[in-house]
């Protein structure tokens, strides 16, 4: 049977041409075999490929075809918890050590663009929007936390400047930060992938892996091949699977819709003068940006377990309108959704399960960044050097109370009650 084809996406309709990448047949003896071709696979294989290493990456579906071919294409630093509250709940060495890096994965996105002449729409400045008086007070806190772990040039806009940046007068203050940005998150995982082939990696499509047997020399098997490796990346992410109960245990996917609408023509001017993406900074947060074609695409909202829906249009068309209410009507050509995957502490989990077996999931719907560090990261420690990967593995990996039954209706509760205290200002 065939591999899927990518989401029925704006960015699957605006791709770059894909050359076929078979899939697996026979055995292959390979350095490192990663699990996954999306932003985290991709990035560790590029820089094992740089050192030399022999990488094969095998994909169940498509290059791109979960989360990094389908996500806000939003470029925004640090992690789904800032370091504010890493510091308090793990001490200020583990903050100190994870902060040294929540900068970097931006600047690393940038350089794989560059270096290898990715095509991907990049675009400077992002912004935080804040609906309340109080949610600029978090703004500025914002600022300030980040200024303190080195990272200067954000700029706070009160009521009267918004529209500079974000035709609406639904937002009571910004936060720009002009090295934030955005990209075709679909193009720049195609290029990355072509990067790596040119590098002598090797990609094969449709290759769902069925199990990993441990070994001084683990072996990766699929339908209709294997691949023997002296080490092995799990990458996978929300679309992992079965195939690590330990991992599928302490995480949970979710789903997320997005629309993009028809191309503005010059209304792009009125929504979002400056080009640049934005999020709010709710606890269920909106987000969108302008394509490079002048549709807006938005997103919002969280389906906890990742149920599949029927209904992206009608859930966010309101909040689209409630933003823009000169948008009323708009009409939307394309709707989709992705999943990525939430761990209970809305950090990274990060750790190896075998001496041979490393793996990276649960970017808690931060990932664009966080995937390109975390893919040198890992590409660290394999060569030896796994100071910066142990920061990361040191954090606690818990379960989500209630086990897997109950984890969708219990953290939907809880997500609901931050969703009221968001609405009535808390």
């Not at 029925?8 to 350095?31: F, I, K, M, N, Q």
């Not at 932003?39 to 294989?45: R, S, V």
């Not at 919002?300 to 029927?310: D, E, F, I, K, L």
């Not at 050509?333 to 761990?343: E, I, P, Q, R, V």
Request: aromatic residues 8%; contains cysteine; proline residues 5%.
């Amino acid at each position: 049977m065939a591999a899927p084809e990518h989401a029925p996406s704006l960015y699957a309709a605006t791709a770059h041409p894909a050359p076929e990448r078979p899939p697996l047949e026979g055995r292959c003896v390979a350095d490192v075999c990663i699990v996954g071709a999306g932003y985290t696979g991709l990035n560790a294989g590029l820089h094992l490929a740089e050192a030399g290493y022999r990488v094969v990456v095998l994909e169940a579906a498509r290059v791109g075809w979960g989360a990094s071919g389908r996500n806000g294409g939003q470029i925004v630093h640090s992690y789904s918890r800032d370091l504010d509250v890493i510091e308090a709940r793990y001490g200020h060495d583990t903050a100190r050590a994870l902060g040294a890096m929540a900068f970097e994965g931006a600047r690393l996105l940038r350089e794989q663009v560059a270096r290898h002449g990715i095509a991907c729409d990049l675009r400077d400045g992002g912004i935080f929007a804040a609906k309340t008086p109080r949610k600029v007070r978090e703004l500025e806190r914002h600022k300030a936390l980040w200024e303190r772990y080195g990272h200067p040039g954000l700029e706070l806009l009160g009521r009267e400047e918004v529209r500079v940046h974000v035709g609406t007068d639904a937002y009571h203050g910004l936060l720009v930060d002009p090295t934030g940005g955005h990209v075709h998150p679909l193009n720049l995982a195609l290029g990355e992938a072509r990067a790596l082939e040119a590098l002598g990696g090797v990609i094969h499509e449709d290759s769902r892996v069925l199990r990993i047997d441990r070994g001084s020399r683990p072996v990766v098997h699929t339908q209709r091949g294997e691949v023997e490796a002296q080490f092995v990346i799990v990458a996978g992410n929300a679309y992992l699977g079965e195939l690590e109960p330990e991992l599928a245990a302490r995480s949970m996917p979710c789903g997320t819709q997005i629309v993009a609408t028809e191309p503005l023509g010059e209304r792009w001017r009125e929504i979002l003068p400056t080009d640049h993406c934005v999020e709010d900074n709710n606890f269920l947060l909106d987000y969108y940006r302008l394509s490079a074609d002048r549709r807006l695409i938005f997103g919002g909202g969280v389906n906890y377990g990742a149920r599949a829906s029927g209904r992206i249009e009608s859930c966010i068309r309101p909040k689209l309108e409630r933003i823009f209410p000169q948008l009323r009507g708009v009409r939307i050509d394309y709707a989709w959704s992705g999943n990525f995957l939430l761990t209970l502490s809305r950090l990274p989990q990060v750790g190896r399960l075998h001496p041979a077996i490393y793996y990276a999931q649960g970017c808690s719907g931060h990932g664009v960044t966080y995937t390109h560090l975390i893919g040198r990261v890992l590409a660290e420690a394999l060569r030896g050097q796994a100071e910066r990967f142990d920061a990361f593995a040191r954090l606690p990996h818990r379960a989500f109370p209630g086990g897997r039954r109950l984890r969708v209706p219990l953290t939907a509760l809880g997500a609901w009650w931050y969703e009221l205290r968001d609405r009535l200002g808390l």
